[in-house]
């Protein structure tokens, strides 16, 4: 889970692809076109199952038991009647595509499933999605359905959940307040934060190698200035990401840094950052 744009769909490949290298498969699922997740996975993703889920195949296969047949429920959900009843509730496309990925772990066992989730409120959304539809309805095979992916997904010893920041102060700070609400409601573990594009502290020689190259003048003078300008910009940055990481360090949460790359990483890049920093 993550605000759009922190990375979460690469670092959502990262997991599945150092679990597989760990253990040999994983499985990665996505929602919408799949587009994102192909893009981090990158063509040689051996051993993660790549699973894109859509909604309308996912309300489909939820509501086949419901109508005792998928013929019959894929008449039922195409008439013309029904199409704007479904898009007017998104708590069905939400619990069916939840339905769907309970469904790719039931055919998996033993193999760890990493869901990359929508954007922050959207994914809290759906993770009490099938609790509230199970308090609200009592009975029936709606109820039997928000009962099964509340127990055998969305629940603790099921799943937990990895969150996706970056490393500035105000966005932390809501990090903290979102590890708060999951544990609240629906009572999931925020089993690691992930802070991504960290500027990393460089090494104290460089800044000092090229102020030496600045008073030593000549013709590399100029160049060495502007190198100087640019070395101390990234120490201050770095200083100021490791300030603002000061948010955790009373709090429950681990945290994995994943530093700043000159160009977009890959999944395999990402993997080998979060095995360094002890993920496993």
Known sequence: MGKGGVGKTTVAAALATLEAETHGLAVLVEFSDGESGR??????????????????????????????SATVAK????????????????????????ESVRQVVAARPGVRVVVDMPAT????????????????????PMFDLCDRVARELVAPGCASIVVVTL????????????????????????ARIVVNRV????????LVEARALVHAGGSLAPPAAALVSLLEARAAS??????????FAHGPHAIWRVPLA?????ARDVARWLRAEGAA
Request: hydrophobic share 45%; aromatic share 4%.
């Open 39 to 68: 893009r981090a996975l990158g063509p040689k993703h051996q051993g993660v199952e790549h699973v894109v889920i859509q909604a309308a195949e996912a309300i489909q296969r939820a509501s086949t038991p419901l109508f005792g």
């Open 75 to 98: 008449m039922a959900l195409g008439n013309f009647a029904m199409r704007p009843l479904l898009k007017a509730a998104p708590a069905i496309r939400e619990l069916a595509m939840l």
């Open 121 to 140: 409120g959207h994914a809290v959304a759906w993770l009490r999605t099938a609790k509230q539809g199970r308090d609200f309805l009592g009975s029936g």
């Open 167 to 190: 490393p500035e102060r105000l966005v932390l700070e809501e990090t903290l307040e979102l590890c708060e609400s999951i544990a609240r409601d629906p009572g999931l573990e925020v």
């Open 199 to 206: 500027p990393l502290p460089l090494a104290e020689e460089c």
């Open 238 to 247: 770095s200083a100021g990401a490791m300030a603002a990481l000061e948010v």
């Open 262 to 266: 000159p160009a977009d990483p890959t």
